[in-house]
């Protein structure tokens, strides 16, 4: 009777185990920004390029890059993976950023086809004001 009972709890733990892990593994199919130039929350001269790293290859017609102050949309140039690194994206900035605070804006889609978006921040600092870099990774808001 207790080898039965022991059998049904190995069963009922394999079992909780699998549905614990499958959206585990679900999450990690969605790609991940890794890195930003500029960086989340860091001060800087003007870009003359954004650049976002992903955890996983990007398929360009899919992903979307916005910059913004405050709710006036920035042109960018041509949205290109970067030459020989499918996980990382670069736009080009076609205008000279005044100082102030921008916001990016970008939208991707993995492997297993679900959009993922995120947004952070950057400051442009005036000219001639030393340059400070976010310590930390930039964090994308999935969905």
């Not at 892990?21 to 199919?29: D, K």
């Not at 001060?43 to 650049?51: D, K, N």
């Not at 955890?55 to 949309?73: H, I, K, M, Q």
């Not at 920035?74 to 020989?84: C, K, Y």
């Amino acid at each position: 009777m207790v080898e039965e009972r022991r059998s049904t709890d190995s069963v009922g733990h394999a079992a909780l185990g699998l549905s614990l892990a499958t959206p585990l593994q679900a999450a990690r199919a969605h790609p991940r920004l890794v890195r930003a130039t500029p960086s989340a929350d860091s001060r800087v001269a003007a870009p003359r390029t954004l650049s976002l790293t992903f955890n996983e290859s990007l398929d360009l017609a899919l992903t979307r890059v916005t910059l913004l102050r405050g709710d006036r949309p920035i042109p960018l140039d041509s949205l290109r993976l970067a030459t020989g690194d499918a996980n990382t994206v670069v736009a080009g900035v076609s205008t000279t950023l005044a100082p102030g605070r921008y916001t990016v804006r970008w939208q991707v889609t993995g492997a297993d086809g679900h959009p993922v978006r995120g947004t952070f921040e950057f400051e442009v600092q005036a000219s001639g004001a030393p340059e400070a870099h976010a310590a930390h990774a930039p964090h994308p808001s999935p969905h």
